[in-house]
């Protein structure tokens, strides 16, 4: 992926530790697109990697102890913590982004959080609007704050985003914050991302 040369700019170091509320815009969607996104959204299988490959799973696996690791102070039962980065990788791999980026994301928007709330009125670790629950969900705001659903929606939702963008992340995080076109977002995700790098 190709990132903009906005994007190499300095985030701004007090931005990132700090949670940011996501401002998405209500747009209007084609009907096909309001339906795939629907089904996404509602799809009732659990978040369980399916990996045929052993190389793949093994790879899983050490990327799940890491960031483990790198999660214990922000979430320190183990449990939850072992929860959360299951269902973090399998969405993100699901809606086709990287898991890291999606991390990276959360830190910036609710600091891993998952009762956080914006003052628009975004809710929990991705800070999701609750005009998504009407638009593509069953119209129950509160479920934004169970933690698959949380993540389901807004990786659903960033993925969206980018397909409209042709695949310009700078513009996607923007949309996604409602500060599309302003640098000050999409660098502090970016930022915050290379802390949930993983090289095998």
Known sequence: MVVPAAFLCGALAGFVGSAHAGNQKEEALADSVRVAL????????????????????????YWL???????KRKMPDVQVRTEFLKTAWYEARRAGLDPGMVLGLIQVESAFRKYALSP????????????WTRVIG???????FNMQA??????AILRLYLDMEGGDLFLALGRYNGSRGRVEYPNAV???????????
Request: net charge positive.
């Open 38 to 61: 629907a089904r996404s959204i509602t799809d009732a299988r659990p978040p369980v990697q399916r990996n045929v490959d052993i190389q793949e799973r093994i790879k899983y696996l």
């Open 65 to 71: 102890g890491e960031m483990s690791e790198r999660l």
């Open 120 to 131: 628009v009125g975004a809710r929990g670790f991705m800070q999701v609007m609750p005009f």
């Open 138 to 144: 069953d119209g129950e705001p509160s479920k934004l």
């Open 150 to 155: 949380n993540l389901r929606y807004g990786c």
């Open 190 to 200: 970016l930022h915050a991302w290379k802390n949930w790098e993983y090289r095998a």
